[in-house]
């Protein structure tokens, strides 16, 4: 990837045009637009002055390119302005780029983890109850059982997929992205914001987008009830919910949604979807939901977030083996150590900040 690619790119991450680059680095809009279309190259002190309005390093633009292409695939969302979609792709290229240099970096054996599809999957499906049997199958591959999936993030890397989460504008959920290299690399990245039921229901959806070829279906449909039947098998949801029932009480909705991290809203729907509850019984408790103004924010502790931990682990391993400098870490984790281990002390009890001292 040229210098002019890498300002592009460093630009649409950071969302700004081309006029707004140019006021901050003090140049004019078409020397960015030259730059950019590699009809001249920056020298030293731009591309200092560039890195910083770009909050990047200089490395950044630097940095060869590691793969030939990416495209987003699936949950595409039509509300998000072009120039929201190309931040969103810029960012995941800049993450997939730096989340395979460590990976290259490391020997296979202990990084070298590629996604490779189950025996029967994809799988053509023509019917949901051909979803339940798909999302009942990919437990039985992956010895999962009928329980609650403990860490859905911490399974899906496991199982060589990249997973990821970015600041990102609120009509971006989640989506699935394929980027080309030697191997075709499949990362899912999700709004960070999200509660954590959100988050894990909007990462089996795009699971589901993988593993099923709809015939007759609408695809987001058919994602949605791959989703609930993944996260919450039919023999769970019968055996919690002890079979069929009149109505639901709204505590062991809650509870349940913390024992299998799928939301209250969601296990409304999977009773109804199941038969469990009838149709006017689904339709009472949403007139709740809406009323009380629980749609997008429910009642009661909200379920943590699942934080992707792989990509950090694999740096800092590298890191204290000595394979890699400070300096590199720095450029590969796209921020100093320091600020980094200072962050993730907030979240582990302060004492990461010792390390810091």
Known sequence: MTIGERIKQGRQMAGLSLRELASDVNVSAQAISKYERNLDVPGS???????RALGVRV??????????????????????????????????????????????????????????????????????????????NLRRSWDLGIGPIENLTDLLEAKGLKIGSMDADGKFDACTFLAENDLTVTAIVTRVDMPGDRQRFSIAHELGHLMLRTKGLDDEKAAHRFAAAFL?????????????????????????????????????????????IPETTARTLFKTFSLRGWRKEEPGDPMPQELPRRFERLVMGALADGLISESRANEILGMQVRDFLSKEAVTHGGWLAEVCN
Do not use: C
């Open 59 to 136: 490395e950044f633009f630097l940095r060869p390119k590691s793969f030939s292409r990416i495209e987003p695939k699936f949950r595409k969302r039509q509300s998000l302005s072009t120039n929201g979609k190309d931040s969103v792709l810029a960012r995941v290229s800049d993450w997939l780029e730096r989340y395979l240099e460590i990976e290259n970096i490391l020997s296979e054996d202990e990084a070298g983890l590629v996604f490779k599809y189950p025996i029967g999957f994809p799988r053509e499906v023509m019917t949901f109850n051909d979803i339940e049997k798909a999302a009942e």
């Open 232 to 276: 919450v098998p039919a023999a769970a949801a019968k055996f919690e919910l002890r079979g069929k029932r009149i109505d639901l009480s709204l505590y062991e909705l809650h509870l349940l949604k913390h024992k299998y991290g799928l939301s209250m809203q969601a296990w409304i729907y999977r009773a109804r979807d199941l038969d469990i």
């Open 45 to 51: 002190k731009v591309l200092i002055q560039l890195a």
